[in-house]
């Protein structure tokens, strides 16, 4: 199976107005997100993580002002997204439940990793189902931009060894009152 999940749908655009606006929602969607992980990192005091939380974050917010550059006129109505996934979030978001306060710069950046494939397959799948050549030549460049940032956390994957076996064992884990 691709990385696009099943549960995703994968939307047909009547303008590129449209895409332009999709696209440009996922990426503020991801770089808010990203924000959103470093800032719990830093809560849990693992502010190495939240170091790589805020680069992702920076990364996508650059591509975001890169999509609104290239976006141009098409947005001048002022059309918001149409939200066309059936997930709660975009392909291009960490999912909240994956956190975990202790993990490993290793593990944040194959969350990143795993984010960056899912939005290659996303815009690869409206690249192949476009109707429209514009919009499948936006879809194939989305794809081809998604995959320079698998490869840039591939390259920073590299920096950091394997987890330890037991790296999410805590000897004084948090306390929650009910």
């Not at 099943?6 to 107005?17: E, G, K, L, T």
């Not at 947005?75 to 993990?103: I, K």
């Amino acid at each position: 199976m691709s990385q696009v999940q099943q549960h995703d749908q994968i939307p047909s655009f009547d303008s590129v107005a449209e895409f332009f606006a999709q696209a440009l929602a996922i990426e503020v969607e991801a770089a808010e997100r990203y924000t959103l992980l470093a800032d719990q990192m830093e809560v849990h005091n693992n502010r190495e993580i939240a170091e790589i939380f805020r680069k992702m974050a920076a990364i996508e917010s650059e591509h975001r002002d890169e999509v609104a550059r290239r976006a141009g006129d098409a947005l001048v109505a002022g059309r918001p997204a149409n939200f066309s996934w059936t997930a709660p979030d975009g392909p291009e978001t960490t999912e909240l439940e994956q956190l975990h306060y202790l993990m490993t710069p290793r593990q944040a950046l194959m969350l990143a990793r795993h984010n960056e494939e899912r939005a290659v397959s996303y815009f690869e799948a409206i690249a192949a189902t476009a109707t429209d050549p514009a919009i499948a030549g936006f879809a194939r460049e989305m794809a081809e931009e998604e995959r320079q940032h698998v490869a840039w956390v591939d390259q920073w994957l590299l920096k950091f060894p394997a987890d330890e076996p037991g790296w999410d064992e805590d000897p004084d884990p948090p306390l929650y009152s009910e």
